[in-house]
T-cell receptor
Framework: GDSVTQMEGPVTLSEEAFLTINCTYTATGYPSLFWYVQYPGEGLQLLLKATKADDKGSNKGFEATYRKETTSFHLEKGSVQVSDSAVYFCALDFGNEKLTFGTGTRLTIIP | NAGVTQTPKFQVLKTGQSMTLQCAQDMNHNSMYWYRQDPGMGLRLIYYSASEGTTDKGEVPNGYNVSRLNKREFSLRLESAAPSQTSVYFC???????????FGSGTRLTVV
């Protein structure tokens, strides 16, 4: 079945460091791909998305590119801030509006 | 714009008690979902409703029932709570197309 595999956490970085959180997927066909973020005590929020191969989603300085050849959608940010500390979830959707989530990666940024 | 509203935010139940978690959305979305979130397991789909009047089982439906009361409201009921149902529960909704979900802020449930 369809699945999403995320980089295991937790991830701890210093402020202004470069961030990569890996995400790969297994699916028959070409799903849409998403990154969600969950701040402490809150629900998930859509961070960015890409709906077809080679699309790049971006928001709040985060970017992810839909790589069909490697079935990946890695999340990157060039310079993280303390306010980026959260749990990040990769997810896929085949347009039937049922998202499949990864297990989440907890990110902590140290000042 | 309130988005997705869940009540209550916190609840403690004794084993065997019943309760209903409420969810309402004001975005005129057709689809609504209930997920549970457990440490190390991400989000798992309990039930979903693709439209008013329809409901379907997700990955972990045992021990739960749902009601899609109208287009706005989708409730989750635990008939006889068990400690294994201790979790954080999230309701979400989505419209047509690939726009992603809007989540509520969650209900933290503890069953003792």
């Amino acid at each position: 079945g369809d699945s999403v595999t995320q980089m295991e956490g937790p991830v701890t970085l210093s402020e202004e460091a470069f961030l990569t959180i890996n995400c790969t997927y297994t699916a028959t066909g070409y799903p849409s791909l998403f990154w969600y973020v969950q701040y402490p005590g809150e629900g998930l929020q859509l961070l960015l998305k890409a709906t077809k191969a080679d699309d790049k989603g971006s928001n709040k300085g985060f970017e992810a590119t839909y790589r069909k050849e490697t079935t990946s959608f890695h999340l990157e940010k060039g310079s993280v801030q303390v306010s980026d500390s959260a749990v990040y979830f990769c997810a896929l959707d085949f347009g039937n509006e049922k998202l499949t989530f990864g297990t989440g990666t907890r990110l902590t940024i140290i000042p | 714009n309130a988005g997705v509203t869940q009540t209550p935010k916190f609840q403690v139940l004794k084993t065997g008690q019943s309760m209903t978690l409420q969810c309402a959305q004001d975005m005129n979305h057709n689809s609504m979902y209930w997920y549970r979130q457990d440490p190390g397991m991400g989000l798992r789909l309990i039930y979903y409703s693709a439209s008013e009047g329809t409901t379907d089982k997700g990955e972990v439906p045992n021990g739960y029932n749902v009601s899609r009361l109208n287009k706005r409201e989708f409730s989750l009921r635990l008939e006889s709570a068990a400690p294994s149902q201790t979790s954080v529960y999230f309701c979400a909704s989505s419209g047509s197309g690939v726009g992603g979900y809007t989540f509520g802020s969650g209900t933290r449930l503890t069953v003792v």
